[in-house]
């Protein structure tokens, strides 16, 4: 059982599109994080967003952890071919021993 | 300074052998963690260390999969049996101990094909 959902799975857009990647759950979270993976090397960390209702901004990145704690996005405006990569949400509960949970991630390349 | 580094890079074995894959964690991280990433899937924890003890290994699939840390510095993952379906990418990850959310740092993970 998947118990992060992202979607799309894949996505294939043009340089200067905007895009947004969602990351779904049954489950509250006490805290979720972004990850941007490329091919060959360990996921990298992006953000770590904790209270519910919570937009963080990085550059060009926005990130929302929803009301509930049971949902992110990830929204990017005027993307570059340098975000192509693999997007990875991971989820965790509680303190002490973290255990993040990870979705599948979302695949995407930015054609110039 | 240094970032995770695990070896080998690659490791291609016979269904059946014994196979072993190291992680060197940044510098005085005490937390470290295994995870095992299949082609089209997001890392699924395995094991995860506070110093030299394994603090949980609920994610280890079977016992032919076992962990060491023996001096909370580099630790070993070891496989039994390999069997094809233990092919994946392994990933370690360190962090600092103390606050539950604060950033894992990974390595490049190695490649483990079993034939």
């Known amino acids: 059982t998947q118990l992060l959902e992202q979607s799309p799975q894949f996505l294939s857009i043009q340089e200067g599109e905007n895009l947004t990647v969602y990351c779904n759950s049954s489950?509250?979270?006490?805290?979720l994080q972004w990850y941007r993976q490329e091919p060959g090397e360990g996921p990298v960390l992006l953000v770590t967003?904790?209270?519910?209702?919570e937009v963080k901004k990085l550059k060009r990145l926005t990130f929302q952890f929803g009301d509930a704690r049971k949902d992110s996005s990830l929204h990017i405006t005027a993307a570059q071919t340098g975000d192509t990569g693999l997007y990875l949400c991971?989820?965790?509960?509680?303190?002490?021993?973290?255990?993040?949970?990870f979705g599948r991630g979302t695949s995407l390349i930015v054609h110039p | 300074g240094a970032g995770v580094s695990q070896t080998p890079s690659n490791k291609v074995t016979e269904k059946g052998k014994y196979v072993e894959l190291r992680c060197d964690p940044i510098?005085?991280?005490?937390?470290l963690y295994w995870y095992r990433q299949s082609l089209g899937q997001g890392p699924e924890f395995l094991i995860y260390?506070?110093?030299?003890?394994?603090?949980?290994d609920s994610g280890l699939p079977n016992d032919r999969f076992f962990a060491v840390r023996p001096e909370g510095s580099v630790s070993t993952l070891k496989i039994q049996r390999t069997e094809r379906g233990d092919s994946a990418v392994y990933l370690c990850?360190?962090?600092?101990?103390?606050?539950?959310?604060?950033?894992?740092?990974f390595g490049p993970g190695t490649r483990l094909t079993v034939l």
């Open positions: 260390f506070q110093g030299t003890g394994a603090a949980d």
């Open positions: 990850a360190s962090k600092l101990a103390g606050h539950s959310y604060n950033e894992q740092f």
């Open positions: 967003v904790v209270t519910g209702g």
């Open positions: 489950s509250v979270f006490s805290s």
């Open positions: 991971a989820g965790g509960r509680g303190r002490g021993s973290y255990i993040p949970t």
């Open positions: 510098s005085g991280h005490t937390a």
